[in-house]
């Protein structure tokens, strides 16, 4: 398969085994992508989550004349609403998607180009829509191919700090105030998983405190669908013998009680948080998941990470860290009849979804009868 980008082979793989060793050599390059696109991070999430939604793989790579890698499309094809439809693998547990890209290729690369290899990919795997949702429009200082294609602001933005050299944030009197109480617990300590004991122990201790809390908010636990919690245990085990876990697993604890949990993903250039829990007894009122923040901030700062994230939607607690708002953004590109009408109610979907999230009255509305709903249902 040929596009019309110059002394460029665009090559569909159906499974993550056949692309490794061009992804590894892709990623020796130190390339264009966010932590979400480490190989092991998206195997793990495909194998364990994917798969038993009932998609497959669909990942697009690029290679030059010498057959050099390019760029990786980690996508997966799926069936719904009588549609195949292309999306980045690792669903709702990545906040920031991307292709990996090779930096020289991802400055020059035009929309044209990028709408040429698509319209192959979907002529030869039939796909009818190719649904490219939270995208970030820069990475590291390089224009996203993506972003000169037709696009909307996705629903949620990311929010974003940058690392300073300080050891550690600045938090308001009354946050120290805090800590210090806690600092008076036996054995407490901040701590990061080094051994397959530890995940075993941090994770037992976050899945009873994240369904607390989603029962409390009155929201579905998400992590009870099916393969979360094996993609989530599989990916802080591997690497982590090695010092590089898929996920980094950090906590605040002391003796006898896990106060907070946070996991995260991070290359050279981001940490971004993908979940947190905070005990459900009585030291929760001393905001250790706060804390916690503070404490891998400087963990970023000592590694020479230059930025972290805390995930998108908007939580007050935020803005303690983050400075920032990242705005993510989201292309529907159809190649068929089906895949416009598709298209067009994706588009409608998103902006309805983000125009509610920005009307703190409406969601608020929102969330209270939610939580009536659950409530009603456990009862």
């Known amino acids: 398969m040929r596009s019309d980008a110059p002394q ?15 992804w590894r050599e892709l990623e020796a390059t130190s390339p264009l992508s966010t932590p979400y696109q480490r190989f092991e991070w998206l195997a793990n999430w495909f194998a364990h989550v994917g798969r038993r939604a009932g998609c497959e793989p669909l990942i697009v790579a690029g290679v030059d004349r010498d057959d050099a890698p390019m760029f990786i499309l980690p996508l997966m094809r799926e069936r719904r609403y009588g549609c195949h439809i ?6 709702s547990h990545s906040n920031l998607n991307i292709a990996i890209w090779r930096s020289d290729v991802a400055a020059r690369l035009t929309a044209s180009q990028v709408i040429a290899f698509l319209k192959d990919v979907a002529a030869e795997r039939c796909v009818d829509l190719f649904a490219f949702e939270g995208q970030p429009s820069v990475w590291c200082g390089v224009p996203n191919p993506f972003a000169a294609l037709s ?16 050891p550690r944030p600045y938090l308001p009197r009354r946050m120290r105030k805090k800590e210090r109480r806690l600092m008076k617990l036996a054995g407490f300590r ?17 899945w009873p405190q994240k369904a607390a809390r989603f029962a409390e908010q009155g929201i579905d636990n998400v992590f009870t669908k099916p393969g979360v919690v094996d993609f989530i245990h599989a990916a802080c085990l591997d690497g982590l013998i090695e010092g590089r876990p898929a996920i ?8 006898g009680e896990i106060l907070a949990v946070i996991g995260g993903v991070g290359n050279d250039q981001r940490f971004s ?18 804390l916690l923040v503070a404490d891998i901030v400087a963990h970023c700062a000592a590694r020479g990470i230059a930025s972290f994230d805390l995930g998108a939607g908007h939580v007050p607690y935020k803005a303690y860290f983050c400075s920032e708002r990242e705005q993510r953004f989201d292309s529907f590109i159809p190649f068929s009849a089906r895949g416009r009408a ?15 999230k920005a009307t703190p009255s409406l969601f608020g509305a929102l969330h209270a009868v939610r939580r009536g709903l659950f409530r009603t249902r456990r009862a």
């Open 8 to 22: 460029t082979r665009v090559v569909v793989f159906g499974d993550f085994a056949a692309v490794e060793p061009l």
């Open 86 to 91: 292309a999306r980045f693998c690792g669903g």
């Open 151 to 166: 696009r909307q602001p996705s629903p949620d933005d990311v929010y974003v700090g940058n690392v300073e050299a300080a």
């Open 190 to 206: 901040f701590g990061k998983a080094q051994t397959p004991g530890d995940v075993d122990r941090l994770l037992a201790a976050f």
């Open 248 to 255: 980094d697993l950090f906590a605040l604890e002391s003796v």
């Open 273 to 290: 948080v993908m979940f947190n829990s905070i005990t459900a007894g009585v030291h929760a009122r001393r905001s250790p998941g706060i």
């Open 342 to 356: 598709l298209a067009a109610a994706c588009r409608a979907a998103s902006a309805a979804r983000r125009s509610l």
